[in-house]
């Protein structure tokens, strides 16, 4: 049975949920990666099953490189190691199936060289996955409309707590400050003009 409910957050919106029985599964409580990696799964073994069908002559190497590119991105390597391991010792199985011009050490020494691309491309592929993360999420620390005290300038984070701007800035981000007297305040409030110094 569903109930809508309705919450106030801190930002002045309502926001509806729909609730459900306690322990239901439902595909919004599943997580996207699980969906994802059934996805990948089965598009691997629907690229198999077209492998095989094709026989032996007809080869469609590339396309191992599909599941195996889309689980390095979204999974990490490990995922893609694993696929870029199985994909191939499957093909070499299909060699002990079919009657094939080829010996079991050629089929074998094709299924080594494929296992060595596709696990390169497998670890390439997440290392630039993880730096595009890396590279959003250093874009998102200061991204946004951000509270900020129009008298003493102090900004409110997420957790409705007043902060400098500085240290607002050095938490969220590689920022450092160091500190000084521009000339329009070093006039306010040391009576120092324009190229005098100030000692300290």
């Known amino acids: ?31 996207k ?13 629907l690229i198999l099953i077209i492998d095989y069908c094709t026989g032996p002559f007809i080869q469609f190497p590339f396309l191992y490189v599909v599941p195996v590119l889309f689980v390095s991105w979204y999974h990490g390597k490990w995922w893609g190691l694993a696929f870029a391991l199985v994909l191939p010792l499957v093909r070499l199985y299909y060699n002990t199936v079919w009657s094939v011009p080829w010996t079991l050490f050629e089929g074998t020494i094709n299924a080594v060289i494929r296992i060595f691309i596709l696990a390169l491309l497998a670890y390439l592929v997440d290392r630039v996955a993880r730096e595009s993360t890396s590279a ?36 969220h981000s ?3 400050f160091t500190h000084g007297v521009c000339p329009e305040c070093a006039q306010k409030l040391y009576g120092i003009g324009p190229g005098q110094v100030l000692h300290v």
Request: aromatic share 8%.
């Open 136 to 171: 959003k999420e250093e874009v998102k620390l200061l991204e946004g409309l951000l509270p900020i005290c129009s008298s003493c300038k102090k900004i409110r984070d997420s957790n409705n707590e007043w902060q400098q701007l500085e240290a607002y800035i050095m938490h």
């Open 174 to 176: 590689e920022a450092k």
């Open 1 to 31: 049975m569903r109930a809508t409910a309705f919450h106030f957050t801190p930002k002045h919106h309502f926001v509806r949920r729909r609730m459900t029985k306690p322990g239901l599964i439902t595909l919004r409580n599943v997580p």
């Open 33 to 45: 990666k699980s969906v994802l990696i059934v996805f990948w799964i089965i598009l691997a073994i």
